[in-house]
């Protein structure tokens, strides 16, 4: 086993997920699942492949530097869950 | 015990671009909080970021101002944290391919020229701006977020630990703020935030090499803030060292009316990036050919301009390097000597008259009343003999209130410096006739008595009578 019960709730405490205590064992089982079929993968020989960037065969897509119109203040704090003078508001930031 | 400082500085500057990084808001400054939004810089799902080309030519002419390695293959990555001014949750910045890599900048410190080792310059969004509800950030119990700077391109700008103290990290930022300003790619105001600096510092025994812990200073976004927080910090880590303590590797945040750095605790409990490829940008693979173009509209950068200086002009080091201080300042004197002014002399104006009227007024050289052109006509007229260069100063005034020609000027108030002979006895006569005293004294050896009367001939003359005739016909008189 790779990954630890720890792992799992340090990544969760990480992504903002809140997993159920009773959770934590399945995804424990499940991540440590995608790493071993990555080992099958690491296991191929890659010696002069270039790696993948990207996986569009695209490059260099540009935008003009032109000044496009912005949202309405009100429209785009419309979904924010509080708000104060025009400004997004939320919970405090640093540890007390 | 003693210590060598080691510090290293990562610069970020916004670029002057109408518009964000990926999206088409614009990059003004002091608009009304949360009005230069749009569901790309706000993170909203389902959006596609497009990269500004702007912003990858401006990386680009800083790359190679910065004597780095531009990287043909270029992409974006995902670095990701939760702060509320990122409203994606994670920054568009660039990780394993940056645009710009392994340059240098040499500065000069105490006389002596230092080679400072960029690793490597890469773009990236900046974040938005929290307004805190209580007096300091850590006693707020609610934060206000404006999102109008999110997404307003950057460049970021890493040096190697080079830097020795907090003088060599002044100039060095100074530096890099006047190579920015002269290939024209950031407004460079550091008062709005344009420029700054983290740095990280970090000390060891003198004579050893292995690096010590480093605490790293955020946001520092002047040139006396960055040596403040430096002086101070070298001098916290050393009473740490030498109590046998431990320095705790952490941010710290410089705090200015109690003139000290405090730690800065978040909640963030591990700091991992968790970079990824960003799926939303595709690569950027740029040409030999578009590298040489853009190498070729380069200007000519402050030490090209300074040495120049110095061989075709004849300027001291120390004066070619304040003319080349700004790209402004340098123009400047390209125009005025190329109306065939005496280099020597514009320099010598441009740092004192000019410097101290600019000054006063808090204006730039560009907002100045007296141009270049104008400049070199006063200079002329000194070096022509048509004024002394005590009249200058006055001509000059003149010109600072009314933009008007010197020679204008010098017409109108009469300010034409006497090179007549007989009119120059004249007054030598009369100066002499009234002052027997210092006459004698001179006679008798007293040399310094001659000052009292050139100087009361130019007195009587109204600064006007030519002073090398003066002292010609005294000493003739004399002697
Ligand atoms: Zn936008």
Redesign the interface.
Known sequence: MKITRKDVENVALLSRLEIPEAEVETYTGQLNAFLEYADVLTSLDTKGVEPTAHVLPLKNVFRADEVKPSLDRELALSNAPEQENGYFKVPKIMEG | MSYETVVGLEVHSELK???KI?????TTFGG????????VC?GLPGVLP?????V?EFAIKAGLALNCKINK?S?FDRK?Y???DLPKNFQTSQFD?PIAEHGYLDIEVNGQTKRIRITRIHMEEDAGK??HSGTT???????????NRTGVPLIEIVSEPDLSGPEEARVYMEKIKSILEYIDVSHCKMEEGNLRADVNVSLRKTGTTKLGTKAEMKNLNSFKMIESALAYEIERQTEILDDGGHIVQETRTWDEAKGMTVS????E??N?Y?YL?E?D?????TSDEQIEAIRAGLPELPDARKKRLMADCGLSEYDAAIITTTRQMAEYFDVAIAQKADAKLVANWMMGDLAKNLNGEGKSISESPVTAERLAELVNLISKGTISSKIAKTVFEEMWKTGDAPEKIVKEKGLVQITDTKEIEGIVDSVIAANPKPVEDYKAGNAKSIGFLVGQIMKQSKGKANPAMVNDLLKAKLD
């Not at chain 2, 990926?22 to 614009?26: E, K, Q």
């Not at chain 2, 800065?264 to 909640?267: A, D, E, P, Y």
């Not at chain 2, 940008?281 to 693979?285: Q, Y």
Request: charged share 20%; hydrophobic share 35%; aromatic share 8%.
């Open positions: 671009t109408n518009t990926f999206c088409g808001c614009p009304e909080q949360n009005t230069h939004v749009c569901p706000l497009v990269i500004n080309e702007k990858v293959f992409k990701n939760y702060y509320p391919l929290l307004v950030i850590n006693d707020s119990s609610s934060a206000c977020v404006d999102y800065m605790r978040t909640k409990e591990a991992d968790r490829p799926p940008l595709v690569p950027i693979i």
